[in-house]
């Protein structure tokens, strides 16, 4: 059975907010290495909670940049080159996002759940590109430049939930999966990955606002294993009300 615990959100760019000043809707991010389930759990919550607004990761942005170019697959392909402008994009596109779906949705939906946050994307992402060596020095002050401004105005994520899975079992799900732009992704990154987001969740989160949730064992054929997952999360939303 899917098992969950309570950890924290991102305390770096996010003030503090007051149970009285928090504003509708509530907002929670998915996070998690490549692979591991991401998308059946979104899945899940809009067949389950259809007044729910999932904003998905802006995958087709990133392989139609300028509507003919996949930097996704160059990403992939030539780290050393693509890190950079990947990671730059991929934060900016984030943000966009949310902030569109906030603003459309700011009286009518009680919670926007997204797809991974920027948060991650520096934390995680970035900063592992950064200690291989494929940011360099002097693009790494540009990002955070960037990300800096752009965090401070982007829209408030109150909770993150986690999805806590192996490195065998992440790689045997994108297998399965079979996205053409992930075919070099490898165990050693996955096993990085996942070890940066275990960074991130003990050294930049509070332990109330975010949920650790173990998908190791099947949840979407699984009808036990959904259930306690739903009903968990739902407890975790409601804590951040």
């Known amino acids: 059975m899917a098992a969950i615990r309570s950890f924290g959100t991102d305390k770096t760019n ?26 059946s759990l979104l899945k899940l919550i809009q067949k389950r909670e259809p007044s729910w607004v999932v904003v ?15 930097l996704l697959e160059h ?7 693509y890190a950079f402008s990947f990671q730059t994009y991929c934060f900016l596109t984030r943000i966009e996002a949310v902030t569109k779906a906030v603003r459309e949705r700011q009286d009518s939906t009680p919670v926007i759940v997204v797809e991974r946050s920027w948060f991650t994307d520096k934390h995680t992402f970035a900063e592992m590109l950064k200690k291989q060596g494929r940011i360099s020095d002097m693009e790494w002050c540009l990002y955070e430049e960037w990300y800096n401004f752009a965090a401070r105005n982007a829209p408030t994520i109150h909770g993150h939930v986690y999805l806590d899975c192996s490195t065998e079992t992440c790689m045997a799900r994108l297998r399965k999966r079979g996205r053409s732009e992930e075919t070099t992704v490898t165990s050693e990154y996955q096993t990085s990955l996942i070890e940066h987001h275990e960074m991130w969740a003990n050294d930049h989160v509070e332990a109330e606002k975010l949920c650790r949730i173990d998908v190791n064992d099947d949840f979407i054929n699984n009808a036990d294993n959904s259930d306690a997952m739903m009903e968990k999360l739902h ?3 409601k804590s951040l009300q």
């Open 14 to 39: 996010q003030p503090a907010q007051t149970h009285q000043s928090r504003s509708k809707p509530i907002v929670i991010s998915v996070e998690a290495a490549i692979g591991t389930g991401k998308s």
């Open 56 to 70: 998905q990761e802006p995958v087709d942005m990133w392989q139609k940049v300028g509507g003919q170019h996949n």
């Open 75 to 81: 990403f992939y392909n030539d780290f050393e080159r």
């Open 235 to 237: 407890t975790f939303v």
